[in-house]
C-alpha cells in the first residue's frame, strides 16, 4: 500500500525557516518524481515544486523561488522543502504527492494527509 | 499565464447527475485531471487524461474535453460524493514546469 506521511510544520515568525519531511512507502521511491503542493486555508490547491527521479531537475513556483528548497534521498526514500524567510501567506497546509509515471503529463495518484504551517507573529 | 476557470459551487439532488466544468483557452489540447476533496482530507484522483478513472473510483464519475471546456461528470450522486472538486492541468508550453490547478467546485447533495 502507497504511504505519504509528511512532517515537520508547526507554527514559525515571518522570516523563519522549516523544514518539511515526506516518509514514503509501499512503492519504489526512487522511480517517481514528487511534488509538494499546498492549500491555503478556506482556499483551493497550488502547486509548489517538483523534483524528478534523480534530483537533476527541479521546478518552483514563482513565488517560492529562491526561497524554498525541494530535495529527496532516494536511499531514505525521503521527500523534503526547506522553506526559508517565510511569508504569511505561505500559511498552509502542505502536502506530499507522488506523481504518475505517465511521461505525456503530470498529474498525482497519491497524496499525504499534509502538514499545517503557520507563519505568525 | 494559463488560467483555469471553475464555478465556485452547485447543488445537486441525490440520483441526479452533477456536471463540473473546468474552463481554458483550448483546454481540449491538454489533458486534464480531477480530484476530489472531502473536508480535511487529502485530495483522491478520480479521474485522469480527460477520461480515465483510477482503479478503485465508480463507474460514476466520467470526464469530458473538448474546445474550451473540460468536464467531470457524476452520475446517480450520494450524499457521499459531497465534496470539493478540482481540476488540473500541465501547461507545457513555458520552459518552466507549470502545474495549474482549478479554483475548485464546491458540489453540495441537497
Known amino acids: 500500500e502507497v504511504q505519504l506521511v509528511e512532517s515537520g510544520g508547526g507554527l514559525v515568525q515571518p522570516g523563519g525557516s522549516l523544514r518539511l519531511s515526506c516518509a514514503a512507502s509501499g512503492f519504489t521511491f526512487s522511480t517517481y518524481s514528487m511534488s509538494w503542493v499546498r492549500q491555503a486555508p478556506g482556499k483551493g490547491l497550488e502547486w509548489v515544486a517538483n523534483?524528478?527521479?534523480?534530483?537533476?531537475?527541479?521546478y518552483y513556483l514563482d513565488s517560492v523561488k529562491g526561497r524554498f528548497t525541494i530535495s529527496r534521498d532516494n536511499a531514505k526514500n525521503s521527500l523534503y522543502l526547506l522553506m526559508n524567510t517565510l511569508r504569511a501567506d505561505d500559511t498552509a497546509v502542505y502536502f506530499c504527492?507522488?506523481?504518475?509515471?505517465?511521461?505525456?503529463?503530470?498529474?498525482?495518484?497519491?497524496w499525504g494527509q499534509g502538514t499545517l504551517v503557520t507563519v505568525s507573529s | 499565464s494559463y488560467v483555469l476557470t471553475q464555478p465556485p459551487s452547485m447543488s445537486v439532488a441525490p440520483g441526479e447527475t452533477a456536471t463540473i466544468t473546468c474552463g481554458g483557452i483550448?483546454?481540449?489540447?491538454?489533458?486534464v485531471h480531477w480530484y476530489q476533496q472531502k473536508p480535511g482530507q487529502a485530495p483522491v484522483l478520480v479521474v485522469y487524461?480527460?477520461?480515465a478513472r483510477p482503479s478503485g473510483i465508480p463507474e460514476r464519475f466520467s470526464g469530458s474535453n473538448s474546445g474550451n471546456t473540460a468536464t467531470l461528470a457524476i452520475s446517480r450522486v450520494k450524499a457521499g460524493d459531497e465534496a470539493d472538486y478540482y481540476c488540473?492541468?500541465?501547461?507545457?508550453?513555458?520552459?518552466?514546469?507549470?502545474?495549474?490547478f482549478g479554483g475548485g467546485t464546491k458540489l453540495t447533495v441537497l
Open positions: 488540473q492541468v500541465w501547461d507545457s508550453r513555458s520552459v518552466h514546469l507549470h502545474v495549474l
Open positions: 523534483i524528478k527521479q534523480d534530483e537533476n531537475e527541479k
Open positions: 504527492a507522488r506523481e504518475s509515471p505517465d511521461m505525456a503529463t503530470i498529474f498525482f495518484d497519491y
Open positions: 483550448n483546454i481540449g489540447s491538454k489533458s
Open positions: 487524461d480527460d477520461t
